[in-house]
């Protein structure tokens, strides 16, 4: 009897569909390493993605809504395993490989900014002669340059390709990685509709009739449909995609929560101060290179002062920046007795 990989590898040539992502056949690391006995090349980079400091910290960055107050509004965290879920399920349907589209799911938003989109933003203007930033191209950048003391996560082709591509222009090699980019848009217009529901920013009969009618009234319908529809739609020959009717309606959806939220005032009142913070932030250190964690000075002599304080506030969470912009600009309160 061979190990258990190799006997998931022959599962996966029995089970899978014939335009599916075998394991097996991963064009592989960058670095080459022995074979897990018990793991799959896609299963091991799930562990390396969710035993990394870069997930831990997205329990801690926002997704949408700036400094929320409660305890359900989501994070950039739970997301992330949203997507994962929502991928898993439809690979499933598909019958494609789980694994890879999990990791790709599980690492796409590993180069997010803190304070969202808003932050994102904010280090692109700062960086516009220096290339912008992007965060898909960022989590590439955290799991091959940044993450284990610059050493690298070493994933495989297939993931890596997978969550730069999970936004943008250029298209996914793999259906997996194909997956995910749908998979991102159906959880994040499903969860941050139920998030501005949750702040009063919008009601259930704001969103338009021909959504209603086309996907679902509650958020689990939604969702559902949405899925049933990329499985059903989907063709033999690994294109992922949604039928006409849907597509439309989902292009709809995409448009309301643009102009009702992604744009509302309330929701994003507070953006403007994100600029500050974080150009402060990013002032400081350019002046103060010394200053910066050993880990991020070994970045600068390769890739240059700038990248290295790019990459330092990227990895912040929400409440670091905010702290490191208090001690760096915010006077301490004397006491007088």
Known sequence: MGCLREERQELERRVLAPFATLSEASKGRAFAEPECDVRTCFQRDIDRIIHSKSFRRLVHKTQVFLRPEGDHYRTRLTHTLEVARIGRTIARGLRLNEDLAEAIALGHDLGHTPFGHAGERALNIILGEDGGFKHNEQSLRVVDRLEKDGLGLNLTHEVRNGMVCHTGAEQPDTPEGAIIRIADRIAYLNH???????????????????????????????????????????????????????????????????????MNVKAKGEESKVFGIINGIFGYYVDNPDELPEDYRKVLHTDGLRRAVSDYISGMTDKYALHVYEELFVPDAWQVR
């Open 192 to 262: 941050d509709l139920d998030d501005a529901m949750r702040a009063g920013i919008l009601r259930e009969n704001d969103v338009p009739g021909e959504v209603t009618c086309a996907i679902g009234s509650s958020h689990s319908v939604r969702i559902n449909t949405l899925i049933c529809d990329v499985i059903r739609e989907s063709d033999s020959s690994g294109k992922i995609t949604m039928g006409k009717q849907i597509s439309f309606a989902f292009s709809l959806f995409y448009e309301f929560m643009f102009k009702s939220v992604y």
